[in-house]
C-alpha cells in the first residue's frame, strides 16, 4: 500500500534553510512524476517543483533558484531543499506522486518563515 510521509517542516527565520522529505513507505518508488505544492492560508494550492522519472525538473516562478528537488530511488525519497527562504514561503507543503497505480498524496507538513 502506498503511503506518502512527509517530514522536515518548522519554523525558520527569514534566509534560512529548510530540506523537506517525502518517503513512499511500502511502494516501489515507480513514478511518472512526483512533486511539491504548498498551500497558504486562504490561497488555493499551488506546483512548487515537478520531477519526471528521466529527473527532468520544473518550478514555479516564485522559488526558481532558490529551491531543488530531487529523488533518491534508493531510498525511496523525494526531497525539496530550499534556501533563501521569505515569509511568502509560509504554507503547508504537500507530496505529491504519479505513480503507475494513480495519484497520491501526502498529509502535509507546515513551513513558517518568520523572525
Known amino acids: 500500500q502506498v503511503q506518502l510521509v512527509e517530514s522536515g517542516g518548522g519554523l525558520v527565520q527569514p534566509g534560512g534553510s529548510l530540506r523537506l522529505s517525502c518517503a513512499d513507505s511500502g511502494g516501489r518508488f515507480v513514478f511518472f512524476t512526483m512533486g511539491w505544492y504548498r498551500q497558504a492560508p486562504g490561497k488555493q494550492r499551488e506546483l512548487v517543483a515537478r520531477?519526471?522519472?528521466?529527473?527532468?525538473?520544473n518550478y514555479a516562478d516564485s522559488v526558481k533558484g532558490r529551491f531543488t528537488i530531487s529523488a533518491d530511488r534508493m531510498k525511496k525519497t523525494l526531497y525539496l531543499q530550499m534556501n533563501s527562504l521569505k515569509p511568502e514561503d509560509t504554507a503547508v507543503y504537500y507530496c505529491?506522486?504519479?505513480?503507475?497505480?494513480?495519484?497520491?498524496w501526502g498529509q502535509g507538513t507546515q513551513v513558517t518563515v518568520s523572525s
Open positions: 505529491n506522486a504519479n505513480f503507475p497505480g494513480g495519484l497520491y
Open positions: 520531477i519526471t522519472d528521466g529527473g527532468s525538473t
